[in-house]
C-alpha cells in the first residue's frame, strides 16, 4: 500500500507538471498572439490617421483656392 500511494503521487506531480507547462504554453501563445494584434492594430490607426491628415490638409487647401 504503501509503493502504491508513492507511485500515486509521482503520477499526481507528473499531471501537475504537464498541466503547468501547458498552461505555460498556452498563456505565451496568447501573449504573443495578443503582441500580433496589438501591432497590427497600431499599424492600422496610423496609416488611417495618416490618411485623414492628407484629406484634411486637401480639404483645407481646396476651401483656401474657393475663398481667393
Sequence with gaps: LGDQGGDHHVQVAKVLSMA??????????????ADSM?????????????????KSDGLVNDARSRAE
Excluded: I, N, V, Y
Design 20 to 33: 503547468q507547462e501547458m498552461a505555460e504554453r498556452l498563456t505565451a501563445e496568447a501573449k504573443s498572439e
Design 38 to 54: 496589438l501591432s497590427d492594430a497600431r499599424t492600422k490607426s496610423e496609416q488611417l490617421l495618416s490618411e485623414a491628415r492628407t
